[in-house]
Structure formats: structure tokens, C-alpha cells
């Protein structure tokens, strides 16, 4: 099994790196210092962009970043430590770089502040984090929240928290090109410690909900599988929900998003649909539904239903949305099969990342052991356990 779980032991050591490096590296006054965690989502994927319900908790697992004035008025200074690189650019001129550089969750940020007739002078800004990538555990998210948070305080802009995730999703449009939602950034931001946030990505109204596991625990399980077809595959699934709703509009009112289709409405309109697009309607009606159900389950700390949902959604993801793969369908058939979990499913965008588990207190250590054996016999490669701790959204330091 790898050895590399994640622990948050290591963050004070990053705060300390990324302080030094900015006033070493990049000869920068330090002025804000700024930590942006990762998410977990315990149900409710790729309902987001449906305009529909989620429910993620931001997680220990961050970003730290220290950010000073450049004392230039356009030019910008950025250091990824963990990618060992520095990148200058100008506010004047700024473009996205080729696809899924870290460059451009920053420089994403920046642009979509000055569309938005932002006042920025050019600034220096270090980073470093253990939120793991690709994993679906939304280290782009952190990286853009973390920068427009500090860039809001260093600059005095007065925008809110909210303003801020979606400004930060916007940068994830225009400068990695994918279409997403508003859940990462919004758990990033308005993340609160031991509690999930039950959102509407409509109406954006949230409720903190709290996550009582009593004698059981969630833990990920990394499966090491890089979601190389994530961003391509994301936004064709976001394609086909809105092919199924402008079919379904020519049928009944009031329908702007999947949020509003009943499974009644679809069985009238099925067979209208490509066959694709009628499985893609059909898993984000039930998968809202299914938010509904595990909120409500929670609350009444019924685990095993909890579970059962988990089970349930995996399975949706898999054959519905077609968006899991060989590896984490391993995974989540092995610990599904297991006595003491209750249930797991693949967490996040899709394609690779890691599996949620809710299983019994003490049964991680076996359980991690026993599917790294059985996955390492099959695809080579090993499971990385990570623990979760739900944590506080974005905070200056
Ligand atoms: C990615 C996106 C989110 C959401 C999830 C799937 O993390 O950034 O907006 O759609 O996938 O639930």
C-alpha cells in the first residue's frame, strides 16, 4: 500500500514554506497569508450545473498561500512549489496556457476581478498544498478560491464569500475550460468545521447540516487513476442534460433545468431522446432525489440508509451517467461487499479519483489493506487511504 497517506501534520510546515519563498524567492513584503481547503461531497454529483442539490463539507486538506504587492502596477509574479515552477506575467496580458496548468486557476482569478471592474495592481504569490490533485478532491477549486480570497483582502475589493465562488467558477470556464458547477467553490468558501453544507445551486440557498457518525467514520480512498478524460467527458455530460431539457421544454412548462423534471415527465419524453441523453436525464432526476433521501436519512443518523444511498449512487454513476472506470469500479464493488461497510461510491467528477467508504470505526485499517492486495494483483498500482476531517471554509491567517 502506499505509504503517502495525507495528514495535515505537514501544514504548518507549508505556511512556513510558502512565507519564506515569497520574501526569498520573489523578494515580496508578506501581507496576507491564506489557507483554501479541498471538499469531499457525500451525494449529489453533477447535479450542480442542473441547477439542482449537493451536499459537500470542506476538508483539512488545503492550500496555503502567501501574497504581497509586486510594487508594480501590472506585473505579477506566481510560484507553484509543489510543481517546483515560477510564472511572471502581466495584468495587461494575460491568456489561458494549455489545459490543466496550474497557472491558470490564478490567472483566471485575476482576469475574471478585472472584467469585473475590479481595481488589481500587480502582486507575487506562493503556493503550496496537500489536498491531492485529480483526485476529486477539487484542488482547482481551493487554488481559485484561495487566490480570489487573498487578492479580495489584499486589494480591499469588499466582495462576499458567495461573489467570490462564483467568480472563481467562471475562471474555471474561461481558463481551464471546463463548464462546471458551483459546488467546489462554493464547500471551499463557505466550508464550516464538523459540519456538510446542504446547497440549492439555484436559489444558493445552504444549510449547514451536521455529520454525526457515531460508532462509523467516512474515509476516501485514493485510487491513484489520474482522471485523464474528466474535463472532455464533463462537458459533454453538461451538453446532454441541457439536449434532454430543451426536448422536454417542448413538452411542459415551466422547465429551465433537469431540477425541475419529474421521472413521470421523462417516461413521457423517453423515447424522443437519444438514448445517452435519456440515461443522463434520468441519473440527475434520481441522484437529487437521492440528496433529499441521505439528508434526511442523516438527520435521522440512519447510517444504513445512508449507506444503501452510497451504494445506490455508485452504481447510477456507473451505469446512467457512464462517467466511473475499470479501477473504482473495483474498489467500490470489493468494499460494497464487505460486512463492515456500509456503503461507497466514486466521489467527484468522475473518471479515476477516489472512492468514499462509510464504514464501521476501526475497520479502515483492514479494509485498506485487504483492497490494496486485491487491486495491486489486478491494475498494478495502489490504493492511498486519506483521512477526512471536515474543516472551516477559506480563512485568512
Ligand atoms: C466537479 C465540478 C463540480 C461538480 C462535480 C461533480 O468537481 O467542478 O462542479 O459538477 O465535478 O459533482
Same mark, same amino acid.
Given at each position: ?27 515580496? *513584503? ?21 441547477? %439542482?442539490?449537493?451536499?459537500?463539507? /470542506? ?40 489545459? /490543466?496548468?496550474?497557472?491558470?486557476? =490564478?490567472?483566471?482569478? /485575476? ?17 503550496? %498544498? ?15 478560491? %484561495? ?7 489584499? @486589494? ?15 475562471? $474555471? ?24 453544507? #446542504? ?9 449547514? @447540516? ?5 460508532? *462509523? ?7 491513484? =487513476? ?52 435519456? !440515461? ?5 432526476? &434520481? ?22 444511498? #452510497? ?8 451505469? &446512467? ?10 474498489? /467500490? ?17 468522475? @473518471?479515476?479519483?477516489?472512492? #468514499? =467508504? #462509510? ?13 490494496? !492486495?486485491?487491486? *495491486? ?17 477559506? $480563512?485568512?491567517?
Amino acid at each position: 500500500m502506499a505509504q503517502t497517506k495525507v495528514k495535515t501534520d505537514g501544514q504548518s510546515d507549508m505556511r512556513g514554506k510558502v512565507v519564506e519563498a515569497l520574501s526569498t524567492s520573489l523578494n515580496s *513584503h508578506v501581507e496576507i497569508i491564506i489557507k483554501a481547503p479541498g471538499r469531499i461531497n457525500l451525494i449529489g454529483e453533477h447535479t450542480d450545473y442542473n441547477d %439542482g442539490f449537493v451536499l459537500p463539507a /470542506a476538508v483539512a486538506q488545503s492550500i496555503y498561500f502567501a501574497i504581497g504587492k509586486s510594487g508594480y502596477a501590472t506585473r505579477c509574479s506566481l510560484i507553484s512549489l509543489d510543481f517546483n515552477e515560477r510564472f511572471d506575467f502581466d495584468l495587461t496580458d494575460m491568456s489561458p496556457l494549455s489545459a /490543466a496548468s496550474w497557472q491558470n486557476y =490564478v490567472m483566471g482569478v /485575476a482576469a475574471e476581478l478585472i472584467k469585473d471592474n475590479r481595481e488589481l495592481s500587480g502582486f507575487n504569490l506562493v503556493f503550496s %498544498g496537500d489536498v491531492p490533485q485529480g483526485s476529486g478532491m477539487s484542488s482547482s477549486a481551493a487554488l481559485e478560491c %484561495g487566490t480570489c480570497y487573498g487578492l479580495n483582502e489584499l @486589494f480591499g475589493l469588499g466582495l462576499s464569500r458567495i461573489e467570490m465562488a462564483k467568480l472563481s467558477q467562471m475562471a $474555471e470556464h474561461h481558463y481551464a475550460g471546463v463548464q462546471c458547477g458551483i459546488m467546489d467553490q462554493f464547500a471551499s468558501l463557505m466550508g464550516k468545521q464538523d459540519y456538510a453544507l #446542504l446547497l440549492d445551486c439555484r436559489s444558493l440557498e445552504y444549510k449547514y @447540516f451536521p455529520v454525526g457518525l457515531k460508532e *462509523h467514520r467516512l474515509l476516501l480512498l485514493n485510487s491513484n =487513476v489520474a482522471h485523464s478524460l474528466a474535463d472532455s467527458e464533463y462537458n459533454i455530460r453538461r451538453q446532454q442534460c441541457q439536449q434532454g431539457v430543451k426536448v422536454l421544454q417542448t413538452y411542459f412548462d415551466n422547465i429551465t433545468a433537469l431540477r425541475d423534471v419529474s421521472m413521470a415527465q421523462l417516461e413521457v419524453v423517453k423515447e424522443k431522446l437519444p438514448i445517452a441523453v435519456a !440515461k443522463r436525464c434520468k441519473y440527475v432526476i &434520481e441522484e437529487n432525489e437521492r440528496v433529499q433521501r441521505l439528508a434526511q436519512a442523516l438527520s435521522e443518523s440512519d447510517l444504513h440508509v445512508v449507506g444503501e444511498i #452510497l451504494k445506490e449512487a455508485h452504481q447510477a454513476m456507473r451505469y &446512467e451517467y457512464e462517467i466511473t472506470c475499470p479501477e473504482i469500479d473495483f474498489m /467500490a464493488d470489493y468494499a460494497n461487499s464487505q460486512p463492515n461497510v456500509l456503503g461507497a461510491r466514486m466521489m467527484g467528477g468522475g @473518471f479515476g479519483g477516489c472512492l #468514499l =467508504v #462509510l464504514l464501521e470505526k476501526g475497520a479502515e485499517h483492514e479494509l485498506t489493506a485487504d483492497l490494496d !492486495k486485491v487491486y *495491486h494483483e489486478k491494475f498494478g498500482k495502489n490504493i492511498t487511504p486519506i483521512d477526512i476531517e471536515l474543516s472551516e471554509g477559506v $480563512e485568512l491567517l
